[in-house]
């Protein structure tokens, strides 16, 4: 069970736009900074978002970020069969002085 | 640009020890904190262990604490994981990752291919 909570799976057409929540509490995401990351298949995971709505260089603006209170939201639009992959969000745990991610959540092109 | 390269992996029987090595390049490693975190397979991302910039403090998740160690030699731009009293569940791809800055709160912003630990007998 982790401590952030994800959707397992979402999907959308190919050009659409898809959310993927992440819940967690005032402990984590509530005081902490929310990092995104997307793992393709059989890859390491690379960094989307971070400081909850930033992209770091090379991330194309399809690619966005929010926060409200104890929930973190990732936005994708224009969906590409490409962004077929597993996304997970990230945050340090303050009440726990450890780091947590969400179970992930594997997105489909349709 | 940012490598970093874990090495170790391998198959180990329950109750023994593995230590795991990451080569960190295209960064200043002595200033960044560095995390260890863990996948097993078809699982999703477990968060392992951090060390802060200058190896004075680390956290542990509660499932590995006491039995793995996070240290680094800032002399030799490289970060390890001593592994002991290793378990089925431990049986994990190991990712090497940097931190977003000097402290252990941060984010991680690059990480390693991954080095696979088997534990079996």
């Known amino acids: 069970q982790s401590v952030l909570t994800q959707p397992p799976s979402v999907s959308a057409a190919s050009g659409q736009k898809v959310t993927i929540s992440c819940s967690g509490s005032?402990?984590?995401?509530?005081?902490?900074?929310v990092c995104w990351y997307q793992q393709l298949p059989g890859t390491a995971p690379k960094l989307l978002i971070y400081?909850?709505?930033k992209r770091p260089s090379g991330i194309p603006d399809r690619f966005s970020g929010s926060k409200s209170g104890t929930s973190a939201t990732l936005g994708i639009t224009g969906l590409q069969t490409g962004d077929e992959a597993d996304y997970y969000c990230g945050t340090w745990d303050s009440s726990l002085s450890a780091g947590v991610f969400g179970g992930g959540t594997k997105l489909t092109v349709l | 640009q940012v490598q970093l390269v874990e090495s170790g992996g391998g198959v180990v029987q329950p109750g023994r020890s593995l230590r795991l090595s990451c080569a960190a390049s295209g960064f200043t490693f002595s200033n960044y904190g560095m995390h260890w975190v863990r996948q097993a397979p078809g699982k999703g991302l477990e968060w392992v262990a951090v060390i802060l910039y200058d190896g004075s403090d680390e956290y542990y998740a509660d499932s590995v604490k006491g039995r793995l160690t996070i240290s680094r030699d800032n002399s030799k731009n490289t970060l390890y994981l001593q592994m002991n009293s290793l378990r089925g569940d431990d049986t994990a791809v190991y990712y090497c990752?940097?931190?977003?800055?000097?402290?252990?709160?941060?984010?991680?912003?690059?990480w390693g291919q991954g080095t696979l630990v088997t534990v079996s007998s």
């Open positions: 990752a940097k931190g977003d800055y000097s402290g252990y709160d941060g984010g991680i912003d690059y």
């Open positions: 005032s402990s984590n995401i509530g005081n902490n900074y």
């Open positions: 400081d909850n709505n």
